[in-house]
């Protein structure tokens, strides 16, 4: 039974946070990202968001393979590891247009916005698996 409740519990705070995660950065948009506490802030927020994610992800993963599970859990994996390596790629690249685009370089400002709605997409695309891999369930 405990079980059943971990797989339960994860996968519903795996829903939350890609959730947030989707519905907290795309206002973010609106910022101008021309000041340095704006690219602070949306760095901030998508490395605790991808950290958060990729926990619970990697306890959906498990508790859904030990209720044998296999479609959940599989996406559940697929999302913890592609998370794991978007937090690396993303933050790499944000990190490294921060230094520029504060110095006045609007191509750098640019190429940041871009990333960030990029960054969007791929949030809204994975809240989308983790969606389809919820309705696969059969109770």
Do not use: E
């Not at 994996?77 to 993303?90: E, M, N, Q, T």
């Amino acid at each position: 039974m405990m079980i059943k409740a971990l797989a339960l519990v994860s996968t519903v705070l795996l829903l939350m946070k890609l959730g947030f995660s989707v519905m907290g950065t795309t206002p973010l948009l609106v910022l101008k990202h021309v000041q340095l506490m704006d690219s602070r802030v949306i760095r901030q927020v998508f490395h605790y968001c991808y950290r958060s994610i990729a926990v619970v992800a990697i306890a959906a993963c498990i508790g859904n393979a030990l209720v044998d599970r296999q479609d959940v859990s599989f996406c559940a994996g697929a999302i913890a590891i592609l998370v794991l390596a978007l937090h690396h790629w993303i933050l790499i690249r944000m990190d490294a247009l921060r230094v520029t685009m504060h110095d006045g370089d609007t191509q750098a400002v640019s190429n940041f916005r871009q990333l960030h709605a990029i960054v969007v997409f791929m949030n809204i695309a994975l809240f989308s698996v983790a969606i389809w891999a919820i309705t696969q369930i059969k109770l």
